[in-house]
């Protein structure tokens, strides 16, 4: 199984990500990357800078020099700009997020992206636009931002993080087909909910199944 680096702008993540990772693919070696403060200097420029991609291009570099095959970023936010390294590097980068819109575009024509932050919400929405025109299906994107979330997240305060995201899903419930939490931070808010009536899709459990397929390949 190929080695993967698995970079974190939240330690919100991370043990989620591990708890996943020891479900799923157990065997799997993971360098785990953590930094938290880089979120918060995209959110302040209002998405990612060149010196903040030259500091992704860094971390790759270091999976680089540990053996890494495999390089994921566990944070929408920055997604395309790993990708954007690919001529950098001969790692495979890929992102968390990538198997939940293949899933999105196969089971709903109104698709709700749910966000709580602005810089993940945009990167995010033009990457299932862009998903959306390569299968040629005709879809309808809806976003829907809950900014205050994310905000009380930051200040440790988890209950009205959960209470905002929650009211979110609601919502979405009457009117999409499928939805896509675009935040991993997002997908513990499933679990405090009686059965969704549509399809909800998270990242880190299709994302870390997806890993393993790749890591094994």
Same mark, same amino acid.
């Given at each position: 199984?190929?080695?993967?680096?698995?970079?974190?702008?939240?330690?919100?993540?991370?043990?989620?990500?591990?708890?996943?990772?020891?479900?799923?693919?157990?065997?799997?070696?993971?360098?785990?990357? &953590?930094? @938290? %403060?880089?979120?918060?200097?995209?959110?302040?420029?209002?998405?990612?800078?060149? /010196?903040?991609? *030259?500091?992704? !291009?860094?971390?790759?570099?270091?999976?680089?020099?540990?053996?890494?095959?495999?390089?994921?970023?566990?944070?929408?936010?920055?997604?395309?700009?790993?990708?954007?390294?690919?001529?950098?590097?001969?790692?495979?980068?890929?992102?968390?997020?990538?198997?939940?819109?293949?899933?999105?575009?196969?089971?709903?024509?109104?698709?709700?992206?749910?966000?709580?932050?602005?810089?993940?919400?945009?990167?995010?929405?033009?990457?299932?636009?862009?998903? &959306?025109? @390569? %299968?040629?299906?005709?879809?309808?994107?809806?976003?829907?931002?809950?900014?205050? /979330?994310?905000? *009380?997240?930051? !200040?440790?305060?988890?209950?009205?993080?959960?209470?905002?995201?929650?009211?979110?899903?609601?919502?979405?419930?009457?009117?999409?087909?499928?939805?896509?939490?675009?935040?991993?931070?997002?997908?513990?808010?499933?679990?405090?909910?009686?059965?969704?009536?549509?399809?909800?899709?998270?990242?880190?459990?299709?994302?870390?199944?997806?890993?393993?397929?790749?890591?094994?390949?």
């Amino acid at each position: 199984m190929k080695k993967i680096a698995m970079l974190h702008t939240s330690a919100a993540t991370l043990a989620m990500m591990q708890q996943l990772i020891a479900d799923i693919m157990p065997q799997a070696e993971v360098m785990h990357l &953590v930094e @938290e %403060s880089m979120i918060k200097q995209v959110m302040k420029a209002g998405g990612v800078t060149p /010196a903040i991609s *030259a500091r992704i !291009a860094g971390y790759i570099q270091i999976a680089e020099k540990a053996d890494c095959e495999i390089f994921m970023t566990a944070c929408s936010s920055i997604g395309t700009a790993v990708e954007q390294c690919q001529f950098m590097t001969s790692l495979q980068l890929t992102r968390i997020d990538c198997a939940m819109v293949e899933n999105a575009i196969q089971q709903g024509q109104r698709i709700a992206v749910l966000a709580t932050v602005a810089t993940t919400l945009k990167p995010t929405l033009s990457y299932v636009q862009r998903k &959306v025109q @390569e %299968s040629g299906k005709p879809r309808e994107i809806v976003p829907v931002l809950m900014e205050d /979330a994310f905000h *009380a997240l930051l !200040a440790g305060d988890m209950a009205t993080h959960d209470r905002i995201v929650s009211e979110g899903l609601k919502n979405a419930f009457a009117s999409a087909d499928v939805i896509m939490l675009a935040q991993a931070s997002m997908a513990r808010v499933l679990q405090q909910l009686p059965t969704p009536p549509v399809p909800v899709l998270t990242s880190p459990e299709s994302g870390i199944r997806w890993l393993k397929a790749l890591a094994e390949a």
